[in-house]
């Protein structure tokens, strides 16, 4: 399965794995991971597009649009789990206080 | 609602409307979003960061569908090799344009600096040779046909640079 695991792809992999069983969205995983919407989403493209993710629409309350969700498919957990074990996942700590640093100079 | 979210909310409409059928449900994700972004300008770098990912997106599709299915595709090296001259070539041009039209435009707002010969051979000879001289160093190794395309322009700039002086001085 070939996917480049950027630091920012790897960033993602591990908020998933953090509840893989749990749904999540997209402006939460934004702001668990410091990433902005123009690195996270293409990320989260590629890994549905491989089907390491599968997305679903929530249903909201009557009246107001559904919301997308996202998690880990089997083989998604898989490959996570897989490269956390490798140790690509690095130091993530510092990675989201880096993004979230970039954010507030840039903001 | 303010106006920083209201933007926000155009762009990511307009988008919606404009995106390809593939990216369709990603661009509605991103908008639906913006509902719970606190802060009119967090929600509008939201929008901006959102057009930019779904911008790529179809850029990538495209360049794999002209790849795979158009000219580039089915040509030889030769052929592939003679597309990047002349894309260097057609760039240098643009730039020359670019650079005859802007020293137009400043003629109309300061009169008489189009005139002025010192202007002219600044906008479009001194900068421009100046720039395909830097796009083809930058491009020799990457893309070395658009830098010789950049490059045969810049010397036929050079050289008629060089005529006009050696007939009228």
């Known amino acids: 399965m070939k996917l480049r695991l950027s630091p920012q792809t790897v960033l993602i992999l591990d908020a998933f794995l953090e509840q893989p069983a749990d749904w999540k969205y997209g402006y939460d995983i934004s702001r668990n991971t410091g990433l902005k919407s123009g690195t996270l989403y293409p990320i989260l493209m590629r890994l549905a597009e491989r089907s390491l993710l599968e997305t679903m629409w929530e249903p909201g309350e009557p009246g107001k649009p559904p919301r997308h969700m996202y998690r880990f498919t089997p083989d998604g957990l898989r490959f996570a789990r897989a490269n956390a074990a490798a140790g690509t996942a690095g130091s993530i700590g510092q990675q989201v206080a880096l993004n979230r640093m970039k954010g507030w100079l840039f903001y | ?169």
């Open chain 2, 1 to 169: 609602m303010g106006a920083p979210r209201r933007l926000a909310v155009k762009l990511l409409s307009a988008v919606l409307r404009h995106a390809p059928d593939d990216s369709r449900d990603w661009a509605s994700a991103m908008l639906r979003e913006l509902d719970f972004i606190e802060g009119d300008w967090a929600a509008l770098f939201w929008a901006i960061g959102s057009t930019t990912a779904i911008l790529r997106r179809a850029a990538s599709v495209w360049r794999l569908w002209f790849k795979n299915k158009t000219m580039e595709g089915r040509m030889n090296n030769k052929g592939k090799k003679a597309l990047g001259v002349g894309l260097g070539m057609l760039s240098a041009l643009a730039l020359v344009g670019c650079a005859l039209a802007t020293l137009r435009i400043a003629g109309l707002v300061f009169p008489g600096l189009d005139h002025s010969p010192w202007a002219y051979w600044l906008a479009v000879m001194a900068i421009p040779e100046a720039i395909f001289v830097a796009a083809t160093v930058m491009l020799w190794r990457k893309k070395g046909p658009v830098a010789a395309g950049i490059l045969a322009t810049a010397l036929v700039v050079a050289l008629h640079v060089a005529v006009h002086l050696t007939l009228h001085w």
